[in-house]
C-alpha cells in the first residue's frame, strides 16, 4: 500500500503543477477535470502523510521502549497502542480511498419511474415512490427538476421522469433502480383484502453533450397534441415531441411544457442519458448492470425491495435489511436504507466480490 500511495503523491504534485499554469486556463474542460482529479488526490495524500507520521511514531516507541523502565515506560506503551491504532484505521480508510472510482460518481442522475403490475394501484405506487424521492432530494439538498409524467385516472402516474442535481446523487441513488413491490390494501379494494403491486425504478447518469454524440439523421421527431390535465396551450397545439433514436430503438416523449423546443430539449436530455448508460453496459458490464437488470420484467416476484403497509415494513431483499418504519421512510428518511447498501457495496469492493 505505502509503494502505491508514493506513486498517488507523484501524480498528485504533477496535477498540482499542472494546474499552477495559466495556460490551461484557455481549456476549461481540461481544467474542471484536473481540479476534480486533484480534489480526490488531496484526500488520500493527506492520510498518507498522517499514516508516515504515525507509522513513525510507532517505531520510535518500540525503538526507547527497550531502553527505559517504571513510568516513561508505561507512557511509551501508550503511545505504541495509540499509534498502532492509528495506523488501523488509516489504512483502513485508505482502503476505501484507494477503492475503483465509478465513472458515473459525479454525475447528476434522470430517475424514471413507471407503474409495472397491479394496474392502477402500481401507478398509485409509482406517484408514492416519486413523492419518497422528491422527500428524500430535499433532506439530502439536491436539486429536484420534474421532466415529464403520464398521470393515470387516479391520480397516479403510468410513467414519471425527473432529473437530481447535487453532489454525490449517483454513489447513493443507483442503489433505487429495480423492481419496488408495495403490499397493502387498494383504495380499489372493497374487501379489504391486501393486493401486491409493483413499480420499477429506473437510475440513468445524465448525460452531457461531451459524453454522448448523437447524430441528428439518427432522430426521428413526431410532435403531437399532449393529452391529459393542462391550459389551452398545453392541450390545443402540437406541442408533445416523441423522439425515436434509430439506432438503438431507444424512445422518449415530453408533452408537460408548453412548446416543442421546451418538451425536445427534455427530451434529448432524457435520450442523451439513456444512449449513454446502454454505451456504458458495453464497455464495462462488470461495473454496471443492463437497464433490463435494473428493472426486470417489473413482476410481483421479482423486486428489490418491499414495502409493506400493514406491518410498516421496509425490507431490501439485496442486503436482507428490514426496518419497521415504512411511514418516515416514505416520507424522505431513506439514510438508513441507503447508508446500509452504499456501506455493503463497499465491502463487497474491499472483499472483491
Known amino acids: 500500500m505505502l509503494q502505491r500511495l508514493a506513486e498517488i503523491e507523484i501524480e498528485f504534485r504533477d496535477v498540482e503543477a499542472r494546474l499552477a499554469d495559466p495556460a490551461l486556463l484557455q481549456n476549461q474542460e481540461h481544467y474542471v ?4 482529479r486533484h480534489r480526490e488526490l488531496a484526500s488520500i495524500v493527506d492520510r498518507y502523510h498522517q499514516l508516515l507520521k504515525a507509522i513513525d ?5 518500540r525503538e526507547m521502549i527497550a531502553e527505559v523502565s517504571g513510568e516513561e515506560k508505561e507512557m511509551l506503551r501508550e503511545e505504541l497502542a495509540t499509534a498502532d491504532a ?4 488509516l489504512e ?4 476505501v480511498l484507494l477503492l475503483p472510482r465509478d465513472p458515473n460518481d459525479d454525475k447528476n442522475v434522470i430517475v424514471e419511474i413507471r407503474g409495472a403490475e397491479g394496474g392502477e394501484e402500481a401507478n398509485l405506487f409509482a406517484r408514492d415512490l416519486f ?14 427538476e420534474f421532466l415529464g409524467a403520464n ?3 387516479m391520480g397516479g402516474f403510468s410513467e414519471v421522469t425527473f432529473l437530481l442535481v447535487g453532489k454525490g446523487i449517483w454513489s447513493r441513488m443507483k442503489h433505487e433502480a429495480g423492481p419496488h413491490r408495495v403490499q397493502r390494501v387498494p383504495v380499489t379494494e372493497s374487501q379489504g383484502r391486501i393486493h401486491t403491486s409493483s413499480a420499477t425504478v429506473s437510475v440513468l447518469p445524465e448525460a452531457q453533450q461531451v459524453d454522448v454524440t448523437i447524430d441528428p439523421g439518427d432522430l426521428v421527431v413526431d410532435t403531437y ?11 390545443t397545439t402540437d406541442s408533445a415531441v416523441r423522439v425515436t433514436h434509430k439506432p438503438t430503438g431507444i424512445v422518449v416523449a415530453m408533452q408537460d411544457e408548453k412548446s416543442q423546443i421546451q418538451n425536445r430539449a427534455k427530451a434529448m436530455q432524457v435520450l442523451r442519458s439513456r444512449v449513454l448508460k446502454l454505451e456504458q453496459e458495453r464497455q464495462a458490464a462488470d461495473r454496471s448492470e443492463s437497464r433490463r437488470e435494473q428493472i426486470g420484467g417489473g413482476g410481483r416476484s421479482e423486486k428489490v425491495r418491499t414495502y409493506n403497509f400493514k406491518e410498516n415494513r421496509v425490507s431490501d431483499h439485496r442486503i436482507g435489511l428490514t426496518v419497521y418504519n415504512l411511514d418516515r421512510v416514505l ?7 441507503s447508508d446500509a447498501l452504499v456501506q455493503d457495496e463497499r465491502a463487497r469492493q474491499l472483499r472483491g466480490s
Open 33 to 36: 477535470d484536473l481540479t476534480r
Open 131 to 144: 413523492e419518497m424521492y422528491k422527500a428524500y432530494a430535499a433532506r439530502m439538498g439536491w436539486q429536484f
Open 57 to 61: 511514531d510507532r517505531d520510535t516507541a
Open 225 to 235: 397534441r399532449s393529452s391529459g390535465p393542462g391550459g389551452q396551450s398545453v392541450n
Open 331 to 337: 416520507a424522505g428518511e431513506l439514510d438508513e436504507v
Open 92 to 95: 483502513d480508510e485508505l482502503k
Open 151 to 153: 398521470p393515470s385516472d
Open 86 to 89: 492509528t495506523i488501523s484505521g
